[in-house]
């Protein structure tokens, strides 16, 4: 598990414990009422372990409701379409989690503030995401439905910023036909890119 | 101007100090230690006068670093590409100025506990952002680009949506080469959402 630090050995079951206090207690009392000092006492461990794990109210709070879960396995259904309404299906399911809307907002103002929180999430949460996508496209690639490789980072940018955006600061309701549009435009925008980057000698044509 | 309350007459010069001043000290001291007082010190105004106009200090802020710039007119290209390859650069040039990228991760936050500032957000800021789409829609249906008309508001989702999470949630670099390609994507994204809800009798099948 890439997020212990320094790679000792840990009891999982006190791992599991705090992370499932969080939750819990996120769900109870709202993230900003949300204390460290609770989640020691209900999850009966010490402060100290706590913060040996993470540094602060955020990370802790991060790793419970969004990165803690696993990513779901590629679903290789056969197209690039497929494969990316697969992903951002599992990935609407996670963010729209109420707990993961209490938190986010309060994590992106973290984030901007706080550079090992940042660093931390760029290193395991972020990478993750974005290798799910190199994957996708790689595949793509393979089966000949993109002219070259598109950079994953835009790619996930596309399909998972958009949507954050919708989730964490447009606070828009998001339903499952939304989630299947914004995965028509990623994917032919993915498809645009390849074009624009590979398709074509010059590289940097504008298309139309 | 949408954003005076109950359309009484009011001094522009004090709009004009007070928003300035706010700039300047965001720029001088950071959003997170600016104040109201300091801003009402330095314009020379009292505090009443800032808080007729504004609810607090987010809002003041919000307002003079991302609402107050006019939108540019829409640029009309000819080309549903051009339109929002200016529109996103317009966007950029003020989205990734310092005071906004020092304000946003804290306004994303604020918007999410605060229904009064994220009513006043949707209503003014948003809804001219996506008048804005809807005008570029509407030319590229007219000219034949697009099989029909799509949601503004998932049109204005992927190009900006897109652009807030590179720059307000992931704190990325965001240069020339990549506004130009999140346009290309965008486009793409677009006509693909308008073959899919327009192109196809069925309306609901899959591309590809």
Not at 54 to 72: C, D, I, N, R
Not at 116 to 137: G, K, S, V, Y
Not at 146 to 157: K, S, W
Request: no cysteine.
């Amino acid at each position: 598990m890439e997020r212990q630090r320094g790679g000792r050995p840990r009891d999982s079951r006190v791992d599991h414990k705090i992370l499932q206090t969080t939750r819990e207690l996120i769900d109870e009392v709202g993230y900003p009422a949300l204390t460290v000092d609770q989640v020691a006492a209900r999850a009966g461990v010490g402060k100290a372990a706590i913060y040996r794990r993470y540094a602060s109210k955020a990370e802790m709070a991060f790793v419970a409701t969004m990165h803690e879960q696993q990513l779901p396995p590629p679903a290789d259904t056969g197209s690039l379409h497929g494969d990316l309404l697969a992903l951002v299906r599992a990935f609407h399911a996670r963010m729209a989690a109420p707990a993961a809307r209490q938190l986010a907002p309060a994590l992106i103002s973290e984030l901007a503030v706080n550079p090992e929180l940042d660093t931390r999430f760029t290193d395991t949460f972020l990478a993750t995401e974005q290798a799910a996508f190199a994957d996708i496209i790689e595949q793509a690639v393979a089966r000949g439905e993109l002219a070259g490789p598109v950079d994953p980072a835009m790619a996930h940018l596309l399909l998972l910023g958009s949507l954050a955006s919708a989730l964490y600061v447009l606070n828009l309701p998001v339903d499952d036909a939304m989630v299947t549009d914004l995965a028509t435009a990623a994917t032919a925008g993915i498809v645009a890119l390849a074009d624009r980057h590979h398709g074509d000698p010059g590289g940097a044509a504008e298309p139309g």
